[in-house]
């Protein structure tokens, strides 16, 4: 009852038939990237060493910190006694 009428639209015989398309592959531009392995992975490899060295020095500091809290925490119950 309320469906729509579409209108007759032709099809255009180009939109019907598929045509393979073959392409060659595009020529290399540039340089190979095998030069730059080595450095890249040095990068890499001194990011995770510095990553490392400063979780380190952050463990190092919070654990001084809860040290200094107890050890004030004992000198002061030490000295109201």
């Excluded at 890499?44 to 463990?59: D, P, R, S």
Aim: a positive charge.
């Amino acid at each position: 009852m309320f469906r729509p009428k579409l209108p007759d639209v032709p099809i255009p015989p180009s939109a019907l038939t598929h045509h393979e398309q073959h392409h060659d592959p595009a020529p290399r531009a540039g340089r190979s990237l095998s030069p730059y392995a080595g450095p890249v992975a040095a990068v890499l490899v001194g990011g995770v060493v510095l990553t490392a060295l400063l979780a380190a020095v952050a463990i190092t500091a919070i654990s001084v910190a809860i040290s200094a809290v107890i050890l004030r925490s004992l000198l002061n119950n030490a000295n109201r006694r």
